[in-house]
C-alpha cells in the first residue's frame, strides 16, 4: 500500500507539472498571436521584427522582447524603429503589461525597471487607440504623445485603476476627455495639450488634484 501511495503521488506531481506547463504555453500562444498581429500592423523597412517568427511559439525568444520567470511578457523595446502602420486592438491580451509608452510617432511604450512596459516611440505609427488598451489591468504608464494618433480618448482606459501616468499630447485627438478617467483614483499626470478636444474638463475624483496641461 505503501509503494502504491508513493507512486499515486508521484502521479499527481506530474499531473500539475503538466498542467502548469500547459498553462505557461497557452499564455505564450496568446501573447505571441497578440504580438504577431502587431507585426502584421506595421510596416518593418529595417527588419527589426525579423525575428517574430510565428512558429516559435514562445514570443520570449524572439527580439526587442522581454518576458518575466512565467514567460509572460513584460516589455516590448520598438523605440526608433522606423516602425509604420497602426496599432492592433489584439495588445489588449498583453494583460501583464504594466508600461505604456510611445512618443513622437503614433505609438511607442516606455519602461521602468522593474515594471512590465512597450516601448516604440520614435517610429510613425498612425489611427486611434485601441479601446482594448483597457484591458491592460497593471498599466502604470500610458505615453503617446508626439505621435499622429487621431480618434477620441477611449473611455475604456478608465478601467485602468493602476494608471498613474497618461500623457497624450500633441496628436490629433478630438473629442472630449473621458470622465471614467476622474474614477482612476492613483492617476497623478495627465497632458492632453496640443489635440483637438472639446468639452469641459473633469474636476472630480482624481483630477482634483492632478496638473491638467490641456
Not at 508521484?10 to 502587431?38: K, P, W
Amino acid at each position: 500500500m505503501r509503494v502504491y501511495g508513493e507512486v499515486a503521488a508521484c502521479a499527481l506531481a506530474l499531473v500539475v507539472v503538466a498542467l502548469t506547463l500547459f498553462a505557461s504555453f497557452a499564455s505564450s500562444n496568446s501573447e505571441g498571436d497578440a504580438l504577431y498581429a502587431l507585426r502584421r500592423g506595421l510596416s518593418d523597412p529595417e527588419n527589426v521584427l525579423q525575428s517574430w517568427d510565428r512558429t516559435l511559439v514562445n514570443p520570449c525568444t524572439w527580439f526587442h522582447i522581454t518576458c518575466n520567470q512565467d514567460n509572460r511578457v513584460t516589455r516590448l523595446d520598438l523605440g526608433n524603429s522606423n516602425l509604420v502602420g497602426q496599432l492592433v486592438p489584439d495588445l489588449g491580451k498583453l494583460e501583464h503589461l504594466q508600461l505604456l509608452l510611445e512618443t513622437y510617432t503614433c505609438y511607442g511604450i516606455l519602461f521602468f525597471p522593474g515594471l512590465l512596459s512597450r516601448e516604440l516611440y520614435k517610429n510613425d505609427i498612425q489611427g486611434t487607440i485601441p479601446a482594448e488598451l483597457g484591458n491592460l489591468k497593471n498599466l502604470i504608464s500610458l505615453d503617446l504623445y508626439n505621435n499622429n494618433i487621431s480618434g477620441s480618448i477611449p473611455p475604456a482606459l478608465g478601467k485602468i485603476k493602476s494608471l498613474v501616468f497618461l500623457r497624450l499630447n500633441n496628436n490629433k485627438l478630438s473629442g472630449r476627455i473621458p470622465r471614467e478617467l476622474a474614477e482612476v483614483s492613483g492617476l497623478k499626470v495627465v497632458d492632453v495639450s496640443n489635440n483637438n478636444l472639446c468639452g469641459t474638463i473633469p474636476t472630480t475624483g482624481s483630477f482634483e488634484h492632478i496638473p491638467l496641461n490641456k
